[in-house]
Structures are given as structure tokens and as C-alpha cells.
């Protein structure tokens, strides 16, 4: 248990299907950020929530679509997605402070997506 | 933008030291993180240096030296469990804690 929880841990849609993945942080951290891990490619940020505001979308196509409707919680909608967005999800959160140096995210497990 | 250079795959024995470099290219720079993932696990935040020098922990230490834009992090005494894939990250100057990853070295210890 890392205190992040991602949900489902494993998910299978079609192209035309709509899902969404959950995540859930129980350690009080202010940021929460969605990153794709792709075989043979370094972690890809998504998005970013700070204080429950967007403040990155990192060149995402549209069918992905963030929520944060509170500090605890984060979810990624997908529909119509494309095979080659199988990977895995990860989830994470991180205390932010101004002006100070990373000090480090937790991540959940991940869901690993196919997309068939 | 940002990259990141570590080596893909390296191996080391049991009870012996490996060290994992990582060069990086960045706009802005707030630090050098590193994170162990095994697999199917998620990735587990493990060292960060701010600053020029060596920071330890444990078995495991990280170097940076913000000059020649390099880190590694070094692993003692080499335990079978530390098998796992092992990334760096940097803090770009984008905002938040945003951090960027290095494609990860995989790391395999053979008795």
C-alpha cells in the first residue's frame, strides 16, 4: 500500500468505449499528476493539479480528459481511444512548496490499459 | 524542453557496487531526483540532490554536479531485491513539482 490508490489495476476497452480511471491519494499531498509509461519510453506527464487547478496539459490529445474534484481525488476519462494508447497510468501526488526543491512524488501501481 | 541520457540495461553481482549515470539537458533546473521501480510495482521515490555532491542513504547514494549537468546513483553492497529499473528525474522550472524522467535503466543482479 503506497497511499496512492489507482483503480482498476488492469483494464481492457475497445476503440469506441468510454472508461475512466481513478485515483485516490491519502496523504494529505496538494498535487496530484498523471503520467504514461510506455515500453521503451521515459515516463510521459500528462497533467498536473495543484490545488485542485489544472496547471499543466502537457500536448495531450482530447480524448483524454482529466477531473479533480478535490484534493484526495483524480480521474482520467478516455473514449475513443487508439490502439497505441495501451500503457500503464500512473497516478501521483506530491506535497508542492514554493520555491523549495522536489521532494519526492508517490505513485500508485498504475492501471495497465489495452486498448483493442 | 528536456532530456534525459542513462544507460538502458546494466548488470552487477550479488554483494558487489554498480553505479547508474544520468546526464541531462533542461531549461531550468531544481534538482536531480531518482526512483527504483520493480516490475509490475509502482515507482518508488529513493534520492534527490539539490545541490553539487554526494548524498547518502543507506546502501544507495546519489552525486550531482550541476556544471557538467551529471548524476549517478550508486548502489552497495548489491542485494538480490534491488534487481528493478531505476530512473532519473528533474525538476523543470514549468511550475509545481513537475518532474521529467529518463527512459529508466534496467538494473539485474546475478548471484
Known amino acids: 500500500e503506497t497511499g496512492v490508490t489507482q483503480t482498476p489495476r488492469h483494464l481492457v476497452m475497445g476503440m469506441t468505449n468510454k472508461k475512466s480511471l481513478k485515483c485516490e491519494q491519502h496523504l494529505g499531498h496538494n498535487a496530484m499528476y498523471w503520467y504514461k509509461q510506455s515500453a521503451k519510453k521515459p515516463l510521459e506527464l500528462m497533467f498536473v493539479?495543484?490545488?485542485?487547478?489544472?496547471?499543466e496539459n502537457n500536448s495531450v490529445p482530447s480524448r483524454f480528459s482529466p477531473e479533480c474534484p478535490n484534493s484526495s481525488h483524480l480521474f482520467l476519462h478516455l473514449h475513443t481511444l487508439q490502439p497505441e494508447d495501451s500503457a500503464l497510468y500512473l497516478c501521483?501526488?506530491?506535497?508542492?512548496?514554493?520555491?523549495?526543491?522536489?521532494?519526492?512524488?508517490?505513485f500508485g501501481s498504475g492501471t495497465r490499459l489495452t486498448v483493442v | 524542453g528536456q532530456s534525459l541520457e542513462q544507460p538502458s540495461e546494466v548488470t552487477a553481482v550479488e554483494g558487489a557496487i554498480v553505479q547508474i549515470n544520468c546526464t541531462y539537458q533542461t531549461s531550468g533546473f531544481y534538482g536531480l531526483s531518482w526512483y527504483q521501480q520493480h516490475d509490475g510495482g509502482a515507482p518508488t521515490f529513493l534520492s534527490y540532490n539539490a545541490l553539487d555532491g554526494l548524498e547518502e542513504t543507506g546502501r544507495f547514494s546519489s552525486f550531482l554536479s550541476r556544471s557538467d549537468s551529471y548524476g549517478y546513483l550508486l548502489l552497495q553492497e548489491l542485494q538480490m531485491k534491488d534487481s528493478a529499473s531505476y530512473f532519473c528525474?528533474?525538476?523543470?522550472?514549468?511550475?509545481?513539482?513537475?518532474?521529467?524522467f529518463g527512459t529508466g535503466t534496467r538494473l539485474t543482479i546475478i548471484p
Open positions: 528525474a528533474v525538476r523543470d522550472q514549468g511550475g509545481a513539482n513537475n518532474l521529467f
Open positions: 493539479y495543484s490545488l485542485e487547478e489544472r496547471v
Open positions: 501521483a501526488s506530491s506535497q508542492e512548496r514554493s520555491g523549495a526543491g522536489s521532494y519526492g512524488y508517490t
